[in-house]
């Protein structure tokens, strides 16, 4: 069906910035958004910063002003760039990629990438 890769994770240092790329390909038929979302250890998986293939965004009050999400359609791309990384900010980050047909939703995954913010 639908696969998603991300790449650019990594380790980095307080204050530092990091871009996560997220590749759709497969079946991507009727897109209508990519995003990103995180989950830190013991914690839930939550919503960091989503797109639709228009243009609208959103981002979790936590980033906003640090990170910006942007997307080449023609790519089918999706990325996140990440400035002003704080320690808060470890996490695996996941991609993930919303199709939609009537009132059916598809959710589709990339297998996550691990960011590590320390000193």
């Known amino acids: 069906q639908m696969q998603l890769v991300e790449s650019g994770g990594g380790l980095v240092q307080p204050g530092g910035s990091l871009r996560l790329s997220c590749a759709a390909s497969?079946?991507?038929?009727?897109?209508?958004?990519m995003g990103w979302y995180r989950q830190a250890p013991g914690k839930q998986r939550d919503l960091v910063a989503r797109?639709?293939?228009?243009?609208?965004?959103n981002y979790a009050d936590s980033v906003k002003g640090r990170f910006t999400i942007s997307r080449d359609n023609a790519k089918n791309t999706v990325y996140l760039q990440m400035n002003s990384l704080k320690p808060e900010d470890t996490a695996v980050y996941y991609c993930?990629?919303?199709?939609?047909?009537?009132?059916?939703?598809?959710?589709?995954w990339g297998q996550g990438t691990q960011v590590t913010v320390s000193s």
């Open positions: 993930n990629a919303v199709r939609m047909r009537g009132t059916e939703e598809y959710d589709y």
């Open positions: 797109i639709t293939t228009r243009g609208s965004t």
């Open positions: 497969g079946s991507i038929f009727r897109l209508y958004a």
